[in-house]
């Protein structure tokens, strides 16, 4: 029989009435003829909670220790979940992370899957049962407890959905799928019903938010990955590989972020090996580096900018301003109330049209542009917080995103 | 080194203050020169909660499913405990049961342990870590989680202290030890200094409560077990096989229970092997009997009485009441506001002056003697309910048991 995998997160299961609702979905699905996994995230807050109950125990809490306290969270709603499936006539299993055979490299806090050793689950479906399987954790070799990071449940539900060779893999949350723009911010934005991996990865902040490896493994597996609602039976966005030919080559969304801080370090002499030098030791101090931009040098000098998360911001300036001072730059400047705009649509390198289109748009609107990058599928432009939402509007009209 | 088992219950460990108060009683503890296991119970009223929320999404929970969800409970409390500990510059790691190596028989909700492969714990101790042992839970060879039943931890502990050949197994909780009464009836109770395993099984009403299997393990296994308070410095009580000479033959305690409900099969038919049918039957319904009585029996016929857990009493009467009705006996009567009282003390078989010392001062203050049953270290009287603490009182003071 067809295998289906669905996911359901934790707002879909903060409670014991919302714990039976989804078994009930599940119980519809299977009524269909496929056989279900189902992957859980851990109940509402219930991860946040043991986040915070670890920091009153410890300042500093092990990783170690940390992925078994968050591991427990999967399990009670696994478990919780497979009793009112039991309870409404469908026999159900839970599996942990170990049962369900995720084996995961030696890394706490954030492991990759190494191996899906599905036959435990392959088993538990011969015998008609639905399997629950744990998301967001798996265990190394010797039996450690290890988890995959914020949204590995994400990660867990495709990685099965390969290893099982399962028809499709389902993501149920609580907004009903990918938009054209944040609709909080673009009353008008629309529902796509289907879109790219490549899109997908960039258009994630325009609502149902996925862990980004997941993406990337569904592209790799080429599992078709719906996500929808668990709370309507809207249609959802299925994110796949054959995007109908119509809506190739053009913008499919807007996508925005607000967590930017800049750093910039100013007249930075030009010679080999100073930027590698940065960014290296950043990497060192595990500081993600988004977008990277040095200008065109004027007098063997040039200014070098960089965006981080806000949260580290103290991290960066931390690492960058004694190699500045070493390498003989300028000062080190800061501004923490940025934001990133970016238009996204698979092929649109073809089209330089839209760039200026772009430019002229967030100008028309009163919007300064900061930094500017680009990649194959996206032009992204770092603007001032406050204008944030101006400028996602204005490249929503601009583009004609509000038309089907 | 001397390797030390430590077990700590739920309401040492019931916030995160008192987490950090048992790291600092285990550093002090490992300070002394000991290797240090530690068993965790769930902290303060968890499992309680856990067994709610399982009522909650299923009218009865599948057993496989409450045990996945029980033992996240004590998951929780040691990978706080292992934090707050490493927090404190104590290395220190949390083992799952199956981590621990408890192997467990293929029973849910009550799995006696089968086996225990210490290894892991060994290197761990090797290394200087303290091993911090999640309590009540196991794992069958097919990797199936299980919990031991209420008081598992006990037993967890216990069975550590004997694979690992500890010299001594600790069990840390909330009172300061066994006493000759339950202080909370007779304020004159003292704590004993030291009991043997069988008065520990038969006084467990009095004080700290241990699951009986643990008890067993200790005896069998010949583990001095000490009871103590997480939090005082007070002394304890310690179970062992070598009680000194001068408490043996004598009394050394009262014990009560006031969960106790009788039910009475009037004029039963004398013939052989009606006994049998009730009390296979009543095992077959899992209803568990405590003191059975048969009065000898005039004209062919006998009034067959016996006592059972109060939540137990409906179980109980659709067993016994068919049963009766085949058997030609007569009526079936029950009394559900009953006690237990009974004096302990190994030896007290070879001194009859014992019972009539008891039914003599439970007649001087007025109570009433429903049954009688004795064994090697204990004579019992069923009492009514509200006389209970009467009793108790009654007996601490005829067996001089304020004295030291």
Redesign the interface.
């Known amino acids: 029989m067809p295998i289906i995998v669905q996911k359901y997160g934790g707002s879909s299961l903060a409670d014991?009435e919302k714990?039976?609702g989804v078994a009930r979905r599940i119980i519809a699905a299977k009524a269909k003829g496929d056989d279900i996994v189902v992957v859980c995230s851990a109940m509402g807050d219930s991860t946040d909670d043991?986040l915070a109950?670890?920091r009153?125990?410890?300042?500093?809490?092990?990783e170690?220790?940390?992925d078994?306290?968050l591991?427990?969270g999967e399990?009670?709603s696994?478990?919780?979940?497979?009793?009112?499936l039991?309870?409404m006539d469908c026999t159900a299993?839970?599996l942990?992370g170990?049962?369900a055979g995720i084996q995961t490299e030696s890394l706490h806090g954030k492991a990759r899957i190494a191996d899906v050793a599905p036959e435990r689950i392959e088993a538990e479906l011969e015998a008609g049962k639905v399997a629950v399987v744990c998301g967001f954790q798996g265990v190394t070799k010797a039996?450690?407890?290890t988890t995959l990071g914020r949204g590995g449940s994400d990660t867990t539900a495709v990685a099965l959905a390969a290893a099982l060779k399962a028809e499709r893999c389902e993501i149920y949350t609580d907004v009903e799928g990918i938009y054209t723009a944040d609709p909080r911010i673009v009353p008008e934005a629309r529902k796509l019903s289907e879109i790219g991996y490549e899109e997908m990865l960039e258009l994630a902040s325009s609502g149902a938010k996925m862990q980004p490896r997941s993406i990337e493994l569904g592209e790799l597996y080429d599992i078709p990955i719906l996500v929808a609602s668990t709370f309507s039976d809207a249609p959802g966005t299925l994110i796949h590989r054959e995007v109908a030919m119509e809506v190739r080559n053009r913008v499919r969304g807007v996508a925005s972020d607000t967590n930017v801080a800049k750093v910039t370090v100013l007249a930075v002499p030009d010679k080999p090996g100073i930027a590698a030098t940065f960014f290296e030791q950043l990497t060192d101090a595990a500081v993600s580096v988004d977008t990277i931009v040095q200008n065109t040098s004027v007098e063997k000098l040039s200014d070098l900018s960089f965006t981080v998360d806000r949260t580290e911001i103290a991290k960066a300036l931390a690492v960058v301003e004694p190699i500045a001072a070493k390498v003989g730059a300028g000062s080190v400047t800061h501004d923490a109330a940025l934001a990133k705009v970016s238009v996204v649509g698979t092929g649109m390198q073809n089209s330089p049209g839209y760039a200026s289109t772009m430019f002229r748009s967030l100008a028309d609107a009163g919007v300064n542009i900061e930094m500017i990058s680009t990649s194959e599928i996206r032009i992204t432009c770092i603007v001032s917080e406050s204008q944030c939402a101006d400028a996602v509007r204005a490249l929503h009209k601009a583009f004609e995103l509000d038309q089907d």
Chains 1, 2 share one sequence.
């Open positions: 014991a714990v039976r043991l109950l670890s009153q125990v410890a300042t500093t809490p092990v170690r220790e940390v078994l306290l591991s427990t399990m009670v696994c478990a919780l979940l497979a009793m009112a039991n309870d299993v839970s942990t170990l049962q039996q450690e407890v």
